[in-house]
């Protein structure tokens, strides 16, 4: 990642550790669909196609961050990574596809990131057996959240876990 950029991108022990997580609760390698938003460096979006994810559509709103996500993804010769320049709250707002898995990694002092997961549940962009993950800072609770399902913290890193039925 080229040293000029703004973006925080989730380290590597953190990721790690999702992944570890989230091989045991989806089959990557069985038609996933999955939307990265705040895609920032595009390295959760690499991961995701890495695994074997039918589809990954990366949303950032940085045209640097954006060009670089296209760079790498042209440098792996994927067909499989859709990178979207664009704000990830309209985004939201205007689409209509759903998703086997959900990944934010909005910056940790955005102003409305209390309400992605809101947003994510009411426009019906996670599929029935679906997972959304939010990464935050430490100061965000997101557990009265309806679909909540668990949090996991890693250093510095926290993620949220939600499903539409929060079994």
């Known amino acids: ?12 022990f953190a ?16 038609g996933v669909t999955a939307l990265d938003l705040f895609a920032g460096t595009g390295s959760i979006s690499i991961e995701l196609v890495s695994r074997g994810c039918d589809k990954v559509i990366s949303v950032e709103k940085d045209s640097q961050h954006y060009a670089f996500i296209c760079k790498v993804m042209q440098e792996v010769k994927t067909d499989k990574c859709f990178p979207i320049r664009g704000d990830v709250f309209k985004y939201i707002e205007n689409s209509s596809e759903k998703f086997d898995f959900i990944f934010a990694d909005p910056p940790y002092e955005l102003k409305g990131l209390e309400t992605i997961s809101q947003l994510i549940f009411e426009k019906g962009l996670l599929k029935e057996d679906g997972l959304f993950v939010l990464e935050h800072g430490k100061t965000n609770n997101f557990e009265d959240d309806p679909h909540f399902v668990e949090r996991r913290v890693y250093g ?12």
Not at 1 to 12: E, G, H, I, L, S
Not at 15 to 30: A, G, M, R, W, Y
Not at 156 to 166: E, K, M, P, W
Request: charged share 30%; glycine share 0%; proline share 5%.
């Open 1 to 12: 990642m080229p040293r000029t950029f703004k973006a925080r991108p989730t380290t590597d």
């Open 15 to 30: 990721k790690e550790n999702l992944f570890n997580v989230l091989s045991n609760q989806i089959d990557f390698e069985d």
């Open 156 to 167: 510095s890193v926290n993620f949220s876990f939600f499903r539409l039925d929060n079994k």
